[in-house]
C-alpha cells in the first residue's frame, strides 16, 4: 500500500513517521476554504478536499489529508494572516478555554474507500500579559491559533483535555483507528 500524506506539514509528518509509517508527501496546494459553519464539519471537509486533490494524481495511492482550526468564544481561528491577525487571534485566545478540531480524510480513488472523522481537544490558554503576547505574535503565523503547544519555548497552552497530537495537527489516536479499513484489504 502506498501511502501518501497530502500536506506539507512538519509536525505531520513527525507524528506519522513516529507511528511507524512509510510515506510519501504531496502537498495539496489547495484554497482552505468551506461553506460548512460548524468546526467539526469545517475540518473534516477542508481535510476531505485535500485528500482528494492529491489521489486524483495517485489513483491507486491511499491518501492522507488533514485540517485543524481553534474554537474559541464562538469563532473559528485558523492561521493569522500576519502579525496583527495573530495578535488579535492571542487576545482572543488569552486566558480562556478554546477546542482544538482536527479533522482527518483517507482515500483511495482505485477501491472507491472514502474515511474521514475528527477529534477535538480542550485548552486552556495562559492569561499573559500584553509584551508576553507581542513576543508570540509573530512566531507562529503557519497555526491555527497562533501559537504552537509543541514548541518548548511557548508556554500559551497551560493545560489540556485530549489528545497533544490532535493539537499539533494529527489526531493520531483517530487515524490508527481509519488506517485498519485500508490495511485489511
Not at 38 to 45: K, N
Not at 65 to 89: F, H, N, Q
Request: overall charge positive.
Amino acid at each position: 500500500m502506498r501511502l501518501i500524506l497530502a500536506s506539507s506539514s512538519p509536525r505531520r509528518r513527525e507524528i506519522l513517521k513516529r507511528l511507524g509509517y512509510k510515506f510519501d508527501v504531496m502537498s495539496s496546494n489547495i484554497e482552505e476554504s468551506t461553506d460548512k459553519k460548524t468546526p467539526h464539519a469545517r475540518v473534516m471537509d477542508i481535510a476531505l478536499k485535500k485528500a482528494f486533490s492529491v489521489a486524483a494524481l495517485y489513483p491507486t495511492a491511499v491518501v492522507i489529508g488533514g485540517d485543524t482550526i481553534v474554537y474559541c468564544k464562538g469563532e473559528v481561528l485558523g492561521k493569522p494572516k500576519d502579525e496583527k491577525d495573530a495578535m488579535r487571534l492571542l487576545h482572543k485566545e488569552n486566558g480562556s478555554w478554546q477546542s482544538v478540531y482536527s479533522g482527518l480524510a483517507i482515500v483511495c480513488k482505485e477501491k472507491k474507500k472514502i474515511l474521514r472523522g475528527y477529534d477535538v481537544t480542550r485548552c486552556k490558554a495562559r492569561e499573559l500579559g500584553e509584551d508576553v503576547l507581542k513576543g508570540l505574535a509573530g512566531k507562529h503565523l503557519d497555526k491555527a491559533g497562533a501559537y504552537a503547544m509543541q514548541d518548548k519555548d511557548d508556554m500559551f497552552i497551560e493545560r489540556f483535555e485530549g489528545s497533544a497530537d490532535n493539537v499539533v495537527g494529527f489526531p493520531s489516536e483517530l487515524f490508527l483507528e481509519m488506517i485498519k479499513e485500508f490495511e485489511n484489504d
